[in-house]
């Protein structure tokens, strides 16, 4: 409830950052009406002891700069990812490594070309030789960042990729941090970079892996202001924020299709209680609370889980 509370309040702000491009006919009248309606009706279900909760309803805006629904989103994403590992592991005995690519920070201005600069780069990276020998596959998030004190921009992608098991135990095939770091500069032209972080992936259990599910601006990042919301509005709009490669690729499609499912954990909670809630523009209002008709547990209860929880 606190989380969704401050979420709706989030949802609030970027509605008035929209309100000028609606006066501007950059965004419909109807985008900003679905924004302002997201989540406002609520419906939870919760167990006998009302501690375990989860919302079972409620409208949603599905705008990518929406606080609700990219939080959303990102649980979502990130059940999907753990999902998708654990069957790669599985399957087709994969491990995994993340890696962190990055350059220097830029003005506004330079946003846009500098991340079309990181795609072409990627792009150059993944074509490399002794790079697509061991890649079996990626999955790839942008992330901007922003910093208030300079007034720049730090855009960089995750990449979670998976190798095979020898990849760190033949060491013709294992790339250091240090050579990745150089291939980056070389496929970017520019020297003066000086961090790519590169980690193996323990278990499937490092959360540092959950940065490739979560959004690609943080909302307290974007909606700092009308001209940083702005900026962001603009280098996001439209844009592949994810892409899945190889292996990957593959394993999204059978997750989509129903295929993994036998990788989810069942649900066990037993929810009877159904709680409304309506939004009263500063907080939730409780509007009723009842016993879940027989029809609905049926419905709710013994579900797979979907979402994951991050950050
Ligand atoms: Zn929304």
């Known amino acids: 409830m606190v989380k969704s509370t401050k979420k709706k309040r989030k949802n609030g702000v970027l509605a008035y950052f929209m309100e000028k491009l609606v006066s501007e006919n950059v965004v419909s009248e109807n985008t900003l009406k679905l924004i302002r309606e997201c989540n406002t009706f609520m419906m939870m279900v919760a167990d006998e002891s009302m501690e375990k909760k989860k919302q079972h309803k409620g409208n949603t805006c599905k705008n990518r700069f929406c606080p609700i629904c990219a939080w959303k989103k990102s649980r979502k994403d990130a059940l999907a990812l753990s999902v998708m590992m654990a069957y790669l592991k599985q399957e087709e005995n994969k491990e995994f490594i993340f890696l962190t690519l ?89 020297p ?21 599910a979560k959004y690609s601006a943080k909302d307290s990042d974007y909606l700092i202001n009308q001209e940083v919301f702005e900026v962001f509005y603009k280098a996001l709009k439209g844009k592949r924020l994810i ?69």
């Open 102 to 190: 990055t350059a220097p920070n830029v003005p506004a201005e330079e946003l846009e070309d500098e991340i079309k600069d990181y795609n072409h780069s990627f792009k150059k990276l993944m074509e490399r030789k002794e790079i697509k020998k061991i890649v079996k596959g990626y999955a790839r998030k942008l992330e901007i960042t922003y910093n208030e004190e300079r007034d720049d921009y730090h855009p960089h992608f995750h990449v979670l990729i998976a190798v095979n098991k020898s990849y760190f135990t033949q060491t013709a095939q294992y790339i250091s941090r240090d050579r990745w770091l150089e291939l980056w500069q070389q496929v970017t032209k520019n």
């Open 192 to 212: 003066l970079i000086t961090q790519v972080d590169v980690r193996k992936v323990r278990n499937g259990r490092d959360d540092k892996v959950y940065e490739i």
């Open 243 to 311: 892409v899945f490669s190889g292996l990957f690729k593959d394993a999204m499609t059978k997750f989509k299709n129903g295929e993994l499912d036998g990788y989810k954990e069942k649900d066990v909670t037993k929810y009877v209680y159904a709680i409304m809630y309506n939004w009263g523009g500063k907080k939730y209002l409780e509007l009723e609370k009842r016993y879940l008709t027989e029809e609905e547990m049926k419905e709710i209860n013994g579900q797979l889980i979907d979402e994951k929880e991050v950050d």
